[in-house]
DNA sequence: TATTGCTTGTTCTCAAATTCACAAACACGG
DNA sequence: CCGTGTTTGTGAATTTGAGAACAAGCAATA
């Protein structure tokens, strides 16, 4: 019987995000109880795989009934470890950056954006309405914004070219873990997690299905 | 012996685009040849696993030597179906759609922005000048667009709550792949390949491991 | 309290992916 | 033309993940 201390496979924590998400929006919809094949619906996933998903965080379901909402959205989000909020800055006020910057969505799941900052002096100062009014600052600026304010993620949205220098400015700085944006590898040390969001890479790996079409849907 | 015309992996084809990206920078920089070491170092990932994944392409390599750079790039693009460009129609205009739309990137590595739609009639009219002046025209003009204009790929830019009609519409209009920003599982046929992209989902995991600090590095 | 119906948790089997390890193959220098 | 050093390509072993199947367990109801 795995219980919470256990680890838990890669392959699950990729999804525990999409329950997550499912059953905030059952909550929200009144739902009281789900069954794990509701939830495989909601989440694109098969059943049994659920099942054995949430198995790795504890035995919280009833046989015959599913698993409550609200308590599983509590083992889910502490398992993935999100208690408190965990507050964000984003490197690059360009035009990924100011979409990310207004964007209502990140704080909305936990991650409010608490400081901006940019290598462009013209750009510092600006202030951000979205954002409760964070005002963009130098990044010359980061170890001490990030020390005073306990900024725990630091978001990459500079150029490419620039991306490991904003990598080393925020491991420098403290920050416990690193996405980005720019589409290059980065050298970061294997103590703070990172992970790479790259558009053109995804629009790459359609293309190979889409040339082989419907051999293979939405392998992701 | 696999050859071209043999199943990939799809862990192999979610590495591909990794390579190119590292092939291309090396033909930046002049290098003629490259050792699968090289390569894996480029690319953040093992050797071996370089060697396999190529493997899958067919025997592109020198031994003792290494691949050729130019040559290699072109089996990759192939494999991939990066023949031509493909078309990109992003549905949504927003603070993100902006973004997507004013970004370079993506006519540089083969899909260029050829048409922009929103539902907003406020919107309509809109000339990006980054995108030679592509103007935003009305959603309901989609299905001609993309007949037209031939347009291969649909980028969902919309809120999460108008995703799934933006998607029918671009089946119906009848792209050949979709790649979504909204955080939400589609219901798209299966003949269409499509990836979602979700930031919070990416924060989440990151948040996991960063809990589980140091126990594992950059998983993906 | 016994029965019934439903859903979980887990076991088992199969498939996919990773990694190691090394023979085969090639370039090059003497 | 032969030996040497290097790097590929791939078998084989191991790890990881997926999915089917079903016994165990609980609620509800009579
Ligand atoms: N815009 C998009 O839709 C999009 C999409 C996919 C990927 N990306 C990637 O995101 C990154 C940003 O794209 P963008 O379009 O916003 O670029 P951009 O040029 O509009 O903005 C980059 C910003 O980063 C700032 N900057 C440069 N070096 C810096 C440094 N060392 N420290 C802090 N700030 C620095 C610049 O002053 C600028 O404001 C790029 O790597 C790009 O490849 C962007
Ligand atoms: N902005 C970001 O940085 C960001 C980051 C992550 C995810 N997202 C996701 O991307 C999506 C867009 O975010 P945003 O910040 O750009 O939102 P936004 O509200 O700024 O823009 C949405 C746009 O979509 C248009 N729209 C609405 N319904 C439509 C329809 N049926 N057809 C065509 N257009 C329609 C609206 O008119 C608006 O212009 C959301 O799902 C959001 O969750 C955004």
Chains 1, 2 share one sequence.
Do not use: C
Request: charged share 20%.
């Amino acid at each position: 019987m795995p219980r919470s201390g256990d680890v838990v496979p890669d392959a699950t924590v990729e999804r525990l995000p999409l329950y997550h998400q499912a059953l905030v929006e059952l909550a929200r919809t009144g739902e009281t109880t789900v069954s794990s094949v509701k939830l495989a619906e909601l989440a694109g996933v098969n059943a049994a795989k659920v099942r054995k998903d949430l198995s790795f965080l504890g035995s919280y379901g009833t046989r015959g009934v599913g698993y409550d909402v609200d308590f599983l959205t509590i083992q889910v989000s502490r398992t993935l470890g999100l208690t408190g909020d965990s507050s964000v800055v984003i490197v690059g006020f360009g035009n990924l950056g100011q979409a990310l910057a207004k964007y209502g969505g990140f704080a909305d799941r936990g991650f409010p954006v608490v400081a901006i900052v940019d290598a462009d002096p013209t750009k510092v100062g600006t202030a951000v309405k979205e954002t409760d009014g964070v005002v963009v600052q130098h990044v010359d600026e980061l170890a001490k914004i990030v020390r005073s304010q306990g900024v725990a993620v630091g978001v990459i949205a500079t150029p490419a070219e620039s991306a490991q220098s904003a990598a080393d400015a925020l491991v420098g700085a403290g920050v416990q873990s690193i996405l980005s944006f720019a589409p290059v590898v980065l050298d970061i040390p294997e103590t703070i997690p990172w992970r790479k969001v790259d558009l053109a890479t995804e629009l790459q790996i359609l293309s190979f299905y889409q040339a082989r079409s419907g051999s293979l849907q939405h392998p992701a």
